[in-house]
DNA sequence: ACCGCCGGGTGCC
DNA sequence: ACCGCCGGGTGCC
C-alpha cells in the first residue's frame, strides 16, 4: 500500500489538509477545515432549504470515525485527479472520513462551487458502517439563491426535502433549531427579549471563587488586592490544572464531547489560558504582570536576576538626562523603595515610560538621541551575559538561558525531544525553553504597559523586556525568545505576518491579547496574525469582550483554540446560528463555554460581600442649550433642505445610493448645533460631476464628511468601523481591504455591497493626506462663539471659580470643534492640551504625561476626541467630564467616562452632555436610548437590518 | 457464443 | 460488500 500521502495526489490543497506532517494531526486538520472556511460567508440570514439524504463513501481508505449524531465536514476538492466534482467528508477533528457518493458529488459541487448554499452533513446511524455511511444533508443559503439550488439538484435527479409543508419564514427557522436541539426536546425558540437578556447576562456571575487566592511571586513588587489575588490564582489554576475541555469526559479509553457527539483516542488539548473580562480599572495589567513573574513552569515562579547593585545604574550612565524623571520612581530609588507604588494603585506614573524604553528599538522619536543610545545597550542588559545572583532551580537555569542554552543542557535536552521549535505545532509536550510572554496591545495602550511594569516589579528584580515596534526593531528570535516579555502592537504584528515574522517563528510560552475585543473581523489581516501565533498559554483581556453580537466570540475561541469551534463552520452551526435563531440549548452551551474560560467582575461585583473596589460617585446630567436666534435660523434652514432631499431620496428609494448625502446632511445638522466654523462648503450634486478629477474632487468631499464627522461610520463588509476608508463611485464608504476582498472575489461583476452599483478596484478613492493636512489647518481668524461654546465655557469658569484644582476633559467627535474651542480657552487664560487620533505615541505620552500631573500650573483642561486612543487611557485627574456633542454609540460615551471614573479617581465625577433643544441631537439621544432596548444591537447582525434600522433612525432624525 | 450463465476478484473519489 | 460491477471461463442436459 502506498503511503497515504502518494494516494492523494489530488492538489496542494489537499495536500495541505491531510498531510501528515504531524502525527497529532488534530491541530493541523482543525486548522486545514478552518482555512477551507475562512471563506466561509456569513451565515446569517440563511434560511434552510432543504434535506437530503446521501451517501458517504469509501469509508475503508480513511481513519476519521464519526458517531450517531454528529456533525461532518463537506470540503470540496476539486483538483481531485479521479473526479473533479469530488465532496471529502471529514470529521470534526478534520479527519477525513470519506467521499460523497460520485453522482450526488456532481449535483453538489455545482451548488458548492458557486456559492449557492452551505451544505452540512449530519451522521444519523451507525458507526459500523465499514464501506458507506448514510448522511442527512441540508442545504442553507440565501433565500435569492434557494430556487437556483433547488432547480440545479433537480437537473441531477435530486429532489430535497423541504420537511413536508410549504416551509417558509418562522417555520424554517424552527426547524433549524429543532434539528440541533431534538435531543433536549426544546423547540420553543426564545423570545427576541429573553434572548437580549441572556445575551448580556452572559459574562454575569462569572465570577468564581472557589479558587481562592494566591499570593504573588515576590519579585511582584505591588501587593494585590484580594480580587486580583483571586483573578491570579485562576489564571495560574488555567494555566496549569489539566482539567478536560468544557464538553469533554472521559468515557472508558476514549475522550468524549458531549456537543458535538465526537470522540477521540488523545486527551483532547487543554485550553491553557482563557479571557480575563474583568471591568477596566480593575488591574488586569497587574494581574497579568503578577501571572508572569509568578506562574513559569511547573508552577513556579519565573526566574529573574536579583540585583543588589544599583539597579538604575544603567540607565543612569546610558541615559543621564533622564534621570531627573527618574526620581520619585521606584526603580531609581534604593531596592526597598518599592512600596512607594501606592499599594493597589492602578495609577501609572507616566514618567517612567522612557526607563523601559531604554531596552527598545522602537524609536519613537528616531530623532531623540537618548532614545539611539538606549538602543545601543539594549544587549548588555541580557542577563546570559553576567552571572545572576539568584537561581532557584537548575532547570530554571537551562531555561533562563534561553534557547540558545538549551543544547547544553541534558535535562532539557531529555524533556524535549524535538529540539526544531518551528516545526513543532503541537502543545502537548511542555516546551520548557520557551520562556517569552508575547504581549500585543493597541499602540495607545503600549506606555501604559511600559509603565506598570516599572511601577510593579520590584525594584531589585531585572525583567527583560522588549518593545516590538519601530523601524529598527531586532527581528532576531534569539533575541527575541530570551527575553522575558516581548511587547507589540496589533498593526506590527500584522504588518510582520507573512512576512518572515519572527513573532510567527517563535513558541512562546504566553501570548497576551490586550483590549483582545479589538480582533473581531475574523477576515482582517490582524485576526490572521493574531491566530498564527504559536503558543504554550493563551490569554485574552478585555473589558467588553463582546461589543455587538455573538459572532464576535468567534475570534476569542479561536484563539485559544477551543477546539472544535476554532474552525469557523463548528462554532456556526453549533453555536452562531441556533443562538441567533433562539434555540435555548444553543444559548446555554455557549453560556457553558463561555464560563468555563472567562473570570469576569465588574465594578459592582462583590467579593465576601464587600465592592471589589470602590469607586467615588458618578453623575451625568444633561444640558440643554437654546440656539440663538441666527443660530436657530440657520440650523432650520438646512434642516429643511436637508429634509427634502431626503424625502425625496425615500420616495425614489435611493437612500441608499445617496447614503454618503444622507449622512453628510445629517452631519451638517450635528454641525450646526455645535458651531457655525464647523460646516465645510456644502458640495455639488455628485451626478452632475463632470470631468474625472472632478468626480474624484466630490468624492474626496463626500469622504471628508464620513470621516471628520466621527459618527461611527461603519463599513457594511466588516460591520466594523471603517479602517482604512475608501469611497465608491457610488459614494459609499468601506474598509479598504473589505471592499478589494469584494472586488477581488466578484472579479468583473463585482458590485456595491449597499446600492449594488458595479465598482472597480481603480475607481476607489481615498482620502489624500494633502486633504488630511490641510483639515487640520483650518484657520479661525475671524473666530466667534457659539450658544455650545458659551453653555461649555460658562460651566468651566464657575467651576474654575469653585476649585481651581479642578480638571476637565472636553469631549467631541468633531476634532475641528476641539480646534475652535481653543481659542476661547486661551481667551480666559485656561491652560489645556488636546489629545486625537493625530497624535504619535510619543506626543500621547507626554500629553497624558502632563495633564496627569498634579503640578498646580498643569493643564487644567483636556480636550479629548472622542475616539482617540480607544479605550485604556487613564486620564483620572479629571473629574469633570463635557461631552460636547452626542454620540450615535452610547457605549463610546461610556468609555470616554470610564477613562476618569476609574481606580485611582479620588473625586466625584461629574458628566455633562450638552444637547441642543429641538434638534437632531435631541432625537439621536432619544435614538440611543431605544437602541438599548433593540435586540438588533445584539443579534440583529444580519447586513439588511442594520441597513433597514438605520433607514429607520434616519427618518427619525429627520421627522419624515 | 457478436450470447447467457457461473463464480472469482474486487470495491471512493 | 450477506451487495453490484467487471471480465474471464465456459457452453445441451
Known sequence: MLPRRWRFGWDRY???????????????????????????????????????????????????????????GLVRQPQNQYDHNAVMVANIYGNQVGHIKRELAAAMAHVMDNNLAKVEGVVHSGTKNSFTMPLMLSFWGKEENKNAVMESMARHGYKLNTGGGKATGANQKSQGARALSSKKGLTIPLTAAELKNAFDKLFDGLMESEDGEKQAAESVGTPLLPHQKQALSWMCARENKSALPPFWERRGELYYNSLMCFSAKEVPERIRGGILADDMGLGKTLTTIALILTNFHKGKPL???????????????????????????????????????????????????????????????????????????????????????????????????????????????????????????????????????????????????????????????????????????????TFLSSQDVVITTYNVLSADFGNKSPLHGIKWLRVVLDEGHIVRNPNAQMSKAVLDLKAQRRWILSGTPIQNSVKDLWMLLAFLRLKPFDAREWWNRVIQRPVTQGDRAGLQNLQTLVKCITLRRTKGSKVNGRPLVSLPEKRVCVEQVELSQSEREEYELARNEGRNTIARYMTEGTVLRNYADVLAILMRLRQHCCHPDLLAKTSSDLSAAATPSEMRERLIEKLRFVLASGSDEECSVCLDSVNLPVITHCAHVYCRPCIAQVISTEQETARC???????????????????????????????????????????????RCEDGSIKCLVVSQFTRFLILLETPLREHGFSFVRFDGTLSQKKRTQVIQEFQSPAADGPAIMLLSLKAGGVGLNLTAASHVFFMDPAWNPATEEQCIDRCHRLGQTRNVFVTKFIVKNSVEEKMVKIQREKQDLVEKAFGSKNTNRKTSRMDDIKALMEL
Open 14 to 72: 489537499s495536500e495541505d489538509l491531510f498531510t501528515d506532517r504531524y502525527d497529532t494531526n488534530a491541530e493541523t486538520l482543525s486548522q486545514a477545515i478552518r482555512a477551507a472556511a475562512s471563506e466561509e460567508p456569513d451565515a446569517d440570514g440563511s434560511v434552510l432549504f432543504g434535506h437530503l439524504q446521501g451517501t458517504v463513501v469509501g469509508l475503508r481508505y480513511y481513519t476519521g470515525v464519526v458517531n450517531q449524531g454528529e456533525m461532518v
Open 303 to 477: 526566574p529573574v536576576e536579583k540585583c543588589e547593585e544599583q539597579p538604575s545604574s544603567v540607565k543612569a550612565k546610558t541615559k543621564p538626562e533622564m534621570a531627573s524623571k527618574l526620581e520619585g520612581s521606584s526603580k531609581a530609588s534604593d531596592g526597598s523603595g518599592s512600596s512607594d507604588a501606592a499599594a493597589g494603585s492602578m495609577r501609572p506614573n507616566l514618567s517612567q515610560v522612557e526607563g523601559i524604553c531604554v531596552d527598545s528599538a522602537a524609536v519613537v522619536d528616531k530623532s531623540d538621541k537618548s532614545a539611539s543610545r538606549g538602543k545601543k545597550k539594549a544587549t548588555k542588559r541580557k542577563p546570559i551575559k553576567e552571572a545572576p545572583k539568584c537561581i532557584e532551580d537548575l532547570d530554571f537555569a537551562a531555561a533562563l538561558g534561553g534557547p540558545a542554552a538549551a543544547t547544553s543542557s541534558k535535562k532539557k535536552k531529555a524533556a524535549t525531544p524535538t529540539p526544531s521549535v518551528e516545526s513543532s505545532i503541537t502543545e502537548s509536550a511542555d516546551d520548557l525553553s520557551a520562556r517569552t510572554t508575547l504581549i500585543i496591545c493597541p499602540l495607545s495602550v503600549i506606555s501604559n504597559w511600559l509603565d506598570q511594569f516599572e511601577q510593579h516589579v520590584s525594584a531589585n528584580v531585572k525583567l527583560n523586556m522588549y518593545l516590538y515596534y519601530g523601524a529598527e526593531r531586532n527581528r532576531s528570535k
Open 753 to 799: 455591497p449597499l446600492c449594488r452599483s458595479e465598482i472597480k478596484a481603480s475607481e476607489l478613492v481615498e482620502f489624500p493626506q494633502e486633504a488630511m493636512d490641510e483639515e487640520k489647518s483650518t484657520n479661525s481668524d475671524t473666530w466667534r462663539t457659539s450658544s455650545k461654546v458659551q453653555a461649555l465655557m460658562g460651566n468651566l469658569l464657575r467651576l
